[in-house]
């Protein structure tokens, strides 16, 4: 099964706000980055 750009993008993004509403400060930081990460493969997929 081949995930696309844009699936990853989604999957990623929904990760960073699972990590998101979990809260400690390096979750913050990785929940931002999977959050713009996704973002960009999302933008990319479409």
Not at 23 to 44: D, F, H, S, T
């Given at each position: 099964?081949?995930?696309?750009?844009?699936?990853?993008?989604?999957?990623?993004?929904?990760?960073?706000?699972?990590?998101m509403?979990?809260?400690?400060?390096?979750?913050?930081l990785i929940?931002?980055?999977?959050?713009?990460?996704?973002?960009?493969a999302?933008?990319q997929?479409?």
């Amino acid at each position: 099964m081949e995930v696309s750009g844009l699936m990853m993008g989604v999957i990623t993004v929904a990760f960073g706000v699972i990590i998101m509403v979990f809260p400690k400060i390096i979750n913050y930081l990785i929940g931002i980055y999977l959050i713009i990460v996704g973002a960009i493969a999302i933008l990319q997929g479409l």
